[in-house]
Structures are given as C-alpha cells and as structure tokens.
Nanobody, 127 residues
Framework: QVQLVESGGGLVQAGDSLRLSCAAS????????AGWFRQAPGKEREFVAG????????HYADSVKGRFTISRDNAKNSVYLQMNDLKPEDTAVYYC????????????????????WGQGTQVTVSS
C-alpha cells in the first residue's frame, strides 16, 4: 500500500517555473514506477511524464518535452516534476501516481495501469 501526497502547485505567469513534489509513504517505494498526469477543466486526464523505479528511464508527453523534467529520490520516497517555461495550456490539476509494473524497470504511461494516486495539486498559468 502506498499513499501519495502532492505539493508545489500554485498560480504563476506564463514563462515561469514550478516544481511539484510527490511524497510517498509505504514500503519499497523504490520498486514502484511513478508518473505525473494532469486534468484540465472539461478535458480527460492525460499523461505528462513517467519514470521507472530506479530513475534511469523517463518518458514525456510531446506537449511538455523539453520544458518539464521528472525525477525521483528513492532515499526520500519522493518524485518531482520540474516545470519550466509554463504556458496557459499547462493549467490543470496535476496528479502523482505509482504502481509496481509487471515488468521491472519500465516506464508506465497508461493511467489505468497505475494503482495509487495522490489527491492532486492545482497549477494555474496566467497569460
């Protein structure tokens, strides 16, 4: 069982940066793949970035590639999302997710494959 708590959201202007954090409780978090998803009003939840259990592999949505960076610190049971050059279209509730994949070491990009979710943190980017 893993519990996830996101933090770091807020209201910023276009071009600014934010760093989201996801603190995990529970055992063996280093065996979990993790990801960030977002959901804007009236839209479906979408994949933003994913990282494998060791942090050696990452994957990004095309819309954030080159601007966002996902990382993790297994010693601190935490996952991060560094968001640079934010745009109004990045406005959404951002969710952290975690799962133990069937194949060790992979990045998981499909939301239905994740077993644990945080409560979300709001990111609002004004133009």
């Amino acid at each position: 069982q893993v519990q996830l708590v996101e933090s770091g959201g807020g209201l910023v202007q276009a071009g600014d940066s934010l760093r989201l954090s996801c603190a995990a409780s529970g055992r063996a978090f280093s065996t979990y793949a993790a990801g960030w998803f977002r959901q804007a009003p009236g839209k479906e939840r979408e994949f933003v970035a994913g990282i494998n259990s060791s942090g050696s592999m990452t994957h990004y949505a095309d819309s954030v590639k080159g601007r966002f960076t996902i990382s993790r610190d297994n010693a601190k049971n935490s996952v991060y999302l560094q968001m640079n050059d934010l745009k109004p279209e990045d406005t959404a509730v951002y969710y952290c997710a975690a799962t133990q994949p069937l194949i060790a070491g992979v990045v998981v990009v499909i939301d239905t494959r994740y077993d644990y979710w945080g409560q979300g943190t709001q990111v609002t980017v004004s133009s």
